[in-house]
Structure formats: structure tokens, C-alpha cells
């Protein structure tokens, strides 16, 4: 979580800064900062920050002047400490030389603040961030004459990384060797820019598009130090080495709202070409299946005797729709876990599993670390990812990519959907590898999502009026409940978490079976309930737990599929989903539940795109 950008070069940095913190806002919210170096001859360290939004910022920015050509910049999502102005970063050291950034937590930062306090510093703040400037200040020595620019800020920074225990991303300026940037990575990311007469660096790739696409990513334990003139980047021990350097291939406008009012439903209607970016190039010269990269022997699939796939929120649901495709289609047992609960149990992990790590940024630590305890337990990693050379990217055995283009709404639409899109990928090499389809079936499969996106430009196009009427009616319910059965479950949990992650409705989703083991108890007259009823096994039965709680009251909406005649009678309400293959359903049903969430927020005044309390990327445990 948390945004940060800088930048030292010939320009003016506050700009730069600026706009870079407008696209990492989405990262966090909970305050904004910036420090610039100012004055040529002496230079001075200025720092502005402000509790809230960046407009706060831009705000306390107007009458300052902030001209300078080296500076840091900082969106938070707080964990330690309130989203205070005092707690927001940059922070300074004690005696206001040095300025620091930072995204992730400090896990032995008590420890230290106590040594710290004994020593006789004074603290402003509640931050693990502060510890930090604290601490690098007590390890800076002067440089040696002579010695090149940066060298007793990246000294005291190597010191300070191997001393500290967490995941983080963290950036310096000091204005005692004023022309240089110094950062460092452990768990959390920071990518580099590598532009003309400047150097840049950022959470995501997003904050520097605009000045390069010669992008290099910082891996764990190391540290970079940026000038006007360059990037040098070494490890903990000062040893020279390199990130993975690589040239961003999507443009400026992909992350611009393109006259949408919200990036949120720029991306629902970006999902076709999304999913038909994912699925280029998905047969080799043989026509069979191919995955990204694979840096295993594609024959160990066949004695794989189990999945797991690990995910959190969203990606999470996306491989509780997948189980159902790989069970059926390559007849292997799947279990689906939340990321966070996996390494904390003892899950039976052999060489024959197999884990597949889901995650749009490929930065979510809890992901990262079930992948890493599976590799640990020599098990294969299978990443599925939106970002390349994100973190899970590199630590995995096996990638494939979703192309869905960069999401910046917190809630996840498009990156939803072409997760299950590459899911089924995944089930189908597994088929072709473990030959429980033949090759021929594989491919009329692949055939089957490659028709998706005709379908959902079709169902974009006719249900958006209806959807916004749909979303005025339950935005006064005290409680909005999503029903389903088989691969509808988790489009009825999908549905609910959208709903109250941007509409903050308490919502809920139910296997529509279960309801009668207790949910079905809060349903009173005229409480909404959708109900996901397209064709497939399971329909007359949802259609009667549909009847089950109509009869108690409730006013249902039904999603069903186009021609189906049975569904109209039970429901206040249907929503029409174009017929395709039932394993393929989930990629249609969910697009509906998006647009009503959005539509439910809007109508309540929320903010769409940038919800309370959340970020996009969870970096934290
Ligand atoms: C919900 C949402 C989150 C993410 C979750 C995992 O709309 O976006 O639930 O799905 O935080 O994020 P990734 O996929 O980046 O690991």
C-alpha cells in the first residue's frame, strides 16, 4: 500500500511529483506529501503534507513555492498511526537533513524507537516511518573526500536494511549530497525510470509513463541510487548488480479515464478487449496450448495429484470459479484458499502439487508469501498476474499474464474476469498435459472464451439503464443478499463485495442451498436478493431456493439466460445473459453485478473509484 515517486534531473521536480502522486493515489489515500530540495548553493529541505486526499495537498501547495530539482513524493495508506498531517509522510530526521519514504511496515520497529528514545531522539510522530529517518541519520558518517554523490546516504540506508525486519520500499533525499535520490526494496515494489537527462522512481509503472518506458525493477535487498545522469543499483554489501530491466509496451492513455466519469466503469467496458488481449497467442506452432513462461519440464504436469490456488478478494473468487473448470475439464482435486490463511496451516505440499498464485498486481504480500512457502516445500508456482515483472511474476515456476492494461479503480472489474479468462487457460494446458482432453477439445474450448467478448459487448450495450433503476431501488436496503449454486457462488460473493466495497451497502453472498440453514432468517418483505439463475445442472434447483425466499418477502433479481422463460415467474426483476458454455458463464453473470455496484455507489454520492478505507495494492500482512 502507499504510493511513492521521485525524481532528480534538469526539470522542475514538484510537477513530476504531482502528477505521479494523481496516479499512485490509488495505492492509498489517507494523506499526501512531498519534499523538495530547494536553493542551489545551500540547499534547503522543504517538506509539505497533509492529512486526506490530494487535493488537501494541492491545497497547502498553492501559496508555497517548491522549486527544485530533486524531491520525493507520497500517497499513505495508514497502518501505523492515524492519516494525521504529523503522521504523514515524508518524514524528516531529527535535525531536518535528510527526508524519507516509505510503503510497507517495520516489524521490529518498537525495538528500535525504544533504543532510539534511550539515545535521546525525539519522536513527532507514530510512524515506523519516522524510526527510520531516525536511524538512518545515526548511521550516516561524512563521506570520504572524494567520494561520489550519494555515498553516505546508500551506506547508511545498506546499514539500516540489514538491521530492519519487514516489507517495504523506501526512498531518501538528503540535502547534504543534494543531486541524488537513494532508495531501497525488501517485499514491497519500486520500479525505476531510466528517462533522458533524469532518473525517476515509483510504486507502479503507472507514475512513470509519462517520462520513460525504460523501466527496471528493484528486487529484494537491493538499493539504487539516482541521478540526473543515471541509475547504479548494488546490494546490501555495496556489491554492484542490476534490477530487471524491461520497456513498458502500454501507453499513457491506458491509464487516463478517457472522458468515462469513472476509471471504474472505463474498465467494465474495457473487459472485451481486455479478455481478448488475454487470450492472444494461446496456441503454439502446433497449435497447443502455451503459457507465458515456463521454467519447469511441461511433463511434470502429469503427475500432479493436486492444485491449490492460493488468492485474496476478488482474485480470490476468481479461483473458486476456476476450480470448477480444472476439475472437470482436467480431472484434478483443487482446493481454493485465502492467501492469508495458507502458510499458517499446514497445507500437504509435495513436489506433485501444484500452486497457483492469483493476483493482479502480483504485489499482494500475503499471495507472495503462500507462493513462496509452497516453493519452499519444492511444490510448482503457476502465477496468474496483470503486471509483468511484478514480484509473484519472478518467484513463480510458470506465468501467464492477463492483459487486461493497468486497473486503476480499487475495485477489481477487468482484472476479475480475465483472471478466469487465463484460469481456463491453465485448465486446458493442464488437460492437454495430463491428456484427459485431446487436443482438438482443448482447442473448441479455447474457442469457446474467445467468443466471450462479442457476448459481453452485447450485454454492455443493452442492460445499462436497467441496471441503474435496479441499483436506485436496493440503495436504501439494510442488507443486500447474492445467491447461487455451483459456479454461481462465487459470482454471488463477487457481486456482494463489489456492493459494499464501493457502496458500503452490507451485502452478502450464499451458496443459494445454504440459505436454509440460517441466512435465509434475515430475508423480510421486500429485502433484495439477487439470484445468479442462468442455464446449466444446477438451475432448477436455484430456481426453487429463488422460490424459498420470494415466499418469505424477498424482492428478487434474477440474472438468466437469454430465452430461458422459466426464470420470469419467480423474479421481480431479470437481467438477460447471453447462452454460453456453463463453465464459461462466470465471465458474463459477474458484468451485471459490476455495473450495479457502480451504479449503486454513484447513487449514494460514494467515490467510486477511490472507496474508504481501501488500496489497491495490499503490501501489508
Ligand atoms: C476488490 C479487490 C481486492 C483485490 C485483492 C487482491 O475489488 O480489488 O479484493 O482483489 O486485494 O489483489 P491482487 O489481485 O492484486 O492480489
Excluded at 522542475?12 to 502528477?19: C, G, H, Q, R
Excluded at 533522458?196 to 509519462?210: N, P, R, W
Excluded at 473487459?271 to 481478448?276: D, E, L
Aim: aromatic share 4%; with cysteine; hydrophobic share 45%.
Amino acid at each position: 500500500m502507499c504510493g511513492i515517486i521521485g525524481y532528480v534531473g534538469g526539470g522542475d521536480a514538484l510537477p513530476v511529483l504531482m502528477n505521479g502522486l494523481a496516479t499512485l493515489e490509488y495505492r492509498g489515500y489517507d494523506s499526501a506529501g512531498v519534499s523538495v530540495l530547494t536553493g542551489s548553493a545551500r540547499p534547503e529541505l522543504r517538506v509539505v503534507k497533509r492529512a486526506g486526499k490530494l487535493a488537501a495537498l494541492e491545497g497547502a501547495l498553492a501559496d508555497v513555492g517548491l522549486a527544485g530539482t530533486v524531491g520525493l513524493g507520497h500517497t499513505r495508506w495508514a497502518t501505523h498511526g492515524e492519516p494525521t498531517d504529523r503522521n504523514a509522510h515524508p518524514h524528516v530526521d531529527e535535525d531536518g537533513d535528510l527526508a524519507i519514504v516509505h510503503n510497507g511496515i517495520i516489524e521490529n520497529f518498537v525495538e528500535i524507537k525504544e533504543e532510539l528514545v534511550a539515545d535521546g531522539v525525539e519522536f513527532l510522530s507514530e510512524t515506523d516511518t519516522e524510526v527510520l529517518a531516525a536511524l538512518v541519520a545515526r548511521h550516516r558518517r561524512e563521506p570520504a573526500d572524494g567520494a561520489a554523490p550519494g555515498t553516505a546516504l546508500v551506506e547508511a540506508l545498506r546499514a539500516v536494511m540489514r538491521r530492519v525486519d519487514g516489507q517495504f520500499a523506501v526512498a531518501l533525499v538528503d540535502r547534504r549530497e543534494p543531486d541524488v535520490l537513494v532508495a531501497g526494496r525488501r517485499g514491497a515494489p519500486l520500479v525505476l525510470g531510466h528517462a533522458d537527462g533524469a532518473s525517476l522512481l515509483s510504486s507502479d509503472v503507472a507514475g512513470l509513463i509519462a517520462h520513460t518506458r525504460d523501466v527496471e525493477a528493484l528486487t529484494d535487498d537491493q538499493v539504487a541510487v539516482l541521478t540526473a545522469e543515471g541509475i547504479a543499483v548494488t546490494d546490501l554489501h555495496g556489491e554492484p548488480t542490476s534490477g530487471q530491466r524491461f520497456t513498458v509496451d502500454w501507453d499513457i492513455d491506458a491509464a487516463e479515464k478517457q472522458g468515462y466519469p469513472h476509471f471504474m466503469l472505463k474498465e467494465i467496458h474495457e473487459q472485451p478487449q481486455a479478455i481478448a488481449d488475454t487470450l492472444v497467442g494461446r496456441l503454439d506452432g502446433d497449435g497447443r496450448i502455451a503459457l507465458d513462461e515456463v521454467r519447469f519440464d511441461a511433463a511434470d504436469i502429469r503427475t500432479v495429484d493436486k492444485v491449490y490456488i492460493v488468492a485474496c478478494g476478488t482474485s480470490y473468487h476468481a479461483g473458486l470459479v476456476a476450480k470448477h473448470a480444472i476439475e472437470h475439464w482436467a480431472g484434478v482435486g483443487v482446493e481454493v484458499e485465502i492467501a492469508s490463511e495458507f502458510r499458517y496451516r499446514d497445507p500437504i505440499l509435495t513436489p506433485h502439487t501444484l500452486v497457483v498464485a492469483i493476483s493482479q498486481s502480483g504485489e499482494t504480500t500475503d499471495t507472495i508469501a503462500a507462493a513462496a512457502h509452497a516453493r519452499d516445500q519444492r511444490a510448482k508456482v503457476v502465477a496468474i498476474s496483470n503486471v509483468v515483472g511484478s514480484t509473484l511474476t519472478r518467484e513463480a515456476d510458470a506465468v501467464i499474464y492477463t492483459r487486461a492494461g493497468p486497473e486503476i479503480a480499487v475495485a477489481s472489474t477487468k482484472a476479475f474476469t480475465t483472471q478466469i479468462v487465463a484460469l481456463g487457460v491453465l485448465a486446458l494446458f493442464l488437460a492437454q498435459e495430463r491428456r484427459t482432453l485431446f487436443p482438438e477439445e482443448c482447442r473448441d474450448q479455447l474457442a469457446r472464451y474467445e467468443a466471450l467478448p462479442g457476448h459481453l459487448e452485447s450485454l454492455l450495450e443493452v442492460n445499462g439503464d436497467q441496471l441503474a433503476g435496479l441499483a436506485e431501488r436496493i440503495a436504501d436496503a439494510a442488507y443486500v443478499m447474492f445467491i447461487g449454486r455451483h459456479n454461481g457462488v462465487p459470482i454471488a460473493y463477487e457481486g456482494a463485495l463489489k456492493l459494499k466495497e464501493i457502496s458500503y451497502l452490507h451485502a452478502e453472498g450464499f451458496p443459494a442451498g445454504e440459505m436454509k440453514h440460517g441466512p435465509i432468517a434475515l430475508i423480510d418483505e421486500g429485502g433484495p436478493v439477487v439470484a445468479i439463475a442462468t442455464r446449466g445442472h444446477v438451475h432448477g434447483k436455484v430456481v426453487s431456493n429463488i422460490q424459498e425466499v420470494r415466499a418469505r418477502g424477498a424482492e428478487v433479481i434474477a440474472l438468466a439466460t437469454e430465452g430461458d422463460t422459466t426464470v420470469k415467474a419467480h423474479a421481480d426483476h431479470v437481467v438477460y445473459i447471453p447462452d454460453v458454455h456453463e463453465l464459461l458463464t462466470p465471465v458474463l453473470t459477474v458484468v451485471p453485478l459490476q455495473v450495479l455496484a457502480y451504479h449503486a455507489a454513484v447513487h449514494l454520492g460514494r467515490d467510486v473509484d477511490q472507496p474508504r478505507n481501501l488500496a489497491k495494492t495490499v503490501t501489508v500482512e
